[in-house]
């Protein structure tokens, strides 16, 4: 029975926009349901951004704001709550391996089950004991035809054992990395009784933005950024790691040339979504084999958000291909050879470099609320039993960080990667002005994450705790007034930081003398005309001169603002 029931109408007209963004966590995204329908009866969603199981939640409410925004179709809705509630019968067999990794993959769900040391203990021996048992076979055997005695093939056994367990672990890592470094696809397998997880998501997104009659050809992020009968598109992100130049990127624009083979995507996406690339991609120049990637509006929305939750060793990495200047580059500065080669790329969960991207849609002053959902940790103390929501209020609320205990190796080398990979996300979630607007959803061990195995009820329980945000934001547990205040001031302060340091390089570091000079004689950028130039210096002249607005300064020893204090400073446009 479903959690809770609505009508087309309860999403017919909401009298407000926002945006919301939804962080990664495998199987935790069952929080995001609900949370989305309760939100959907009193917003509008604008911008909608995920990473991994958050960027799977953000396909679906997009398909269902295109529903209903630019077709009129607040069915959509109902549909994607349809496909949402079929999640906790579903779950297990969306994670559908390979047919080499079906075994291993059956050790590992039944290993992290919650079933207890004896049953883990009987899933070690079912996996390893026939590996184990040829390998004390062979060795005792070769100690015996040694004419050893009983001690020789007992140790032999035991090297024969350790033998054999290192050839199957290193056989297991070779085959992983000739299967993209993944256990499953995403496609349906041979024998499934189901379909996998892309194959699901393709027909639920398809079903949710187009209704029964359907469409052939897959949702894309231009359909969603096609203007609706409101003037306002539908602005969708996704985060995805490219894990072989270190960096993330926000799909659905790369910002970067690469290729695909479309070959190699066979295996990971729907027929559909492979004709629809063959007839919206173009072949690159002495690359015959290869493709283009798409343009943003040409890309299906399911591919985005495969690529954003292809969580390292679960799901296959997604491969393209880039020509790679910079090494060559280097190379030639080194004496090397500087031949400009094809590189293969590996694009990984978007969670390794940004699992919590709450800085998407960002402005210096907000014009409408930004909800963020983050899946946390239930603490040390607290109870299962107890509230698993919290909403900040108060304006110290959540400035500080959890502190994480770090009482064993694994725990210390887990700490090491969780540090790496999230310190931007956590630092700017404590930040004034951001962490009011995040709902904090607390789950225990065996509640989301890699527990894929998770019994119906305990999924169902998720989907209760998302509806439980949902019901807090839609019902006002952000006063946006308040929030807009906290911004103001937070804004302010940089602003006049910035413009006292601007004027104070612009003058009297004389900055605005040496430019005036320099650009007669200047050595790149020639498309920037004399005119142009002047244009430049002067307006740059003026902000400086903004100073005196911000004369006598409040931002002092004396702290009166905001804790803690941020920077305003220009990064890289993901």
Known sequence: MPLASYQASDFADPA????????GGVTS?????????????????RSIGGTSAGAIAAAFAAAAEYARSTRNDPDGFLRMQAHCEQLPALLAGLFQPAPQFRTLMAFLLRAQADSGKLATAGAVMALFW?????????GAALAVLAQGGAVAAILGGAIGAVAALILFLRGTATALARHNFGLCTGLTQPGASQQGLTDWMHAAIQDIAFGPAGRPEPLTFGDLESLSPDGKPIELRMMTTNLSMRRPHTLPNLRMRAFLDLDAWRAMFPAAIIDHLAKVTTVPKH?????????APDLPVVVAARMSLSFPLLFCAVPMWTRDIASSVLARHTGGD???????????????SSNFPIHMFDALLPSRPTFALSLDALPPGGLASGNRVKFSTSAGDGVNLPVHEVDGLFAFAGSILDAAKDWQDNMLSGMPGQRERIARVMLSASEGGLNLTMPPARSAALMRYGREVGLGFAN???????????????????LERTVHATAQTWSASGFGAWLKGYMAVSKSYGRVGKADRARIRARLNGFAGLARLFSPPMVGKERKLPRPPGRLKIGPDL
């Open 16 to 23: 407000k926009d926002c945006d919301i963004i939804m962080k």
């Open 29 to 45: 995204g069952l929080v995001y349901p609900y949370a989305i329908l309760e939100m959907a009866r009193v917003y509008r969603f």
């Open 130 to 138: 026939p590996i184990l048992s040829a390998g004390i076979a062979i």
């Open 287 to 295: 690359h015959e084999t290869l493709r283009d990637f798409p343009a």
């Open 338 to 352: 500087g031949t400009v080669r094809l590189r293969r790329l590996w694009f990984i969960d978007g969670g390794v």
């Open 476 to 494: 006002g547990a952000l006063d946006f007034d308040e929030h807009r205040w906290r911004r103001a001031l937070v804004a302010y302060e940089q």
